[in-house]
């Protein structure tokens, strides 16, 4: 079946350290986004790509790279720059004009 | 302004009542509008997306778009305890002459349907 897999589902990160969290879809899709949500929030775009080897900075890019080295893969690193990163982050992708498909999202947690 | 903005919540409404769920949006370009359903700890699922002023009806699903007011609404018939969930109204900015164009998100609704 056609989806996009997130991993890990719940991740936990040290005061300083950088930790990355995967997306890959295998949808055939074009464009993928990473967003940020917090409790009782919506959605905050971080990066987003349209195609391979490009990429743009959405809303809140602080603190926060990306990589499209592969159309399936888009890659989130969270930096020790970002300094509020407890959040649940969600990858996205879409082909058309019919919304985004979602991953089932990674829960990152500061210790 | 927010760029897009939801009526505040959380919504109650009886099994059986219609649920009905507000957005407006600050960018008069806006092409194109997506509600999702979120259940607690889970990511978005696509429930509907409107392009045309008027009415879409999907089921119990009934969206409605009014370009000139900046209006997009959710009505839920008949609701059911699994309606209970965070709604978001999502807005494509960026048409640009392609079908990709990034969402903007409203902070979101939290519906309760009690039995």
């Known amino acids: 079946d056609g989806g996009i897999t997130q991993s890990p589902k719940y991740l936990f990160r040290k005061e300083g350290q950088n930790v990355t969290l995967s997306c890959e879809q295998n949808?055939?899709?074009?464009?993928m986004y990473w967003y940020r949500q917090d409790p009782g929030q919506g959605l905050r775009l971080i990066y987003y790509s349209q195609i391979v080897n490009d990429f743009q900075k959405g809303d809140i890019a602080e603190g926060y790279s990306v990589s499209r080295e592969k159309k399936e893969s888009f890659p989130l690193t969270v930096t020790s720059a970002q300094k509020n990163p407890t959040a649940f982050y969600l990858c996205?992708?879409?082909?058309?004009?019919?919304?985004?498909?979602f991953g089932s999202g990674t829960r990152l947690t500061v210790v | 302004q927010k760029e897009v903005e939801q009526n505040s919540g959380p919504l109650s409404v009886p099994e059986g009542a219609i649920a009905s769920l507000n957005c407006t949006y600050s960018d008069r370009g806006s092409q194109s509008f997506f509600w999702y359903r979120q259940y607690s700890g889970k990511s978005p699922e696509l429930i509907m997306f409107i392009y045309s002023n008027g009415d879409k009806e999907d089921g119990r699903f009934t969206a409605q778009l009014n370009k000139a007011s900046q209006y997009v609404s959710l009505l839920i018939r008949d609701s059911q305890p699994s309606d209970s969930a965070t709604y978001l109204c999502?807005?494509?900015?960026?048409?640009?002459?392609?079908?990709?164009?990034?969402?903007?998100f409203g902070q979101g609704t939290i519906l309760t349907v009690h039995p």
């Open positions: 996205a992708s879409n082909q058309g004009i019919y919304g985004y498909t």
């Open positions: 949808l055939n899709h074009d464009a």
């Open positions: 999502a807005v494509n900015r960026d048409a640009g002459g392609t079908s990709y164009g990034k969402l903007t």
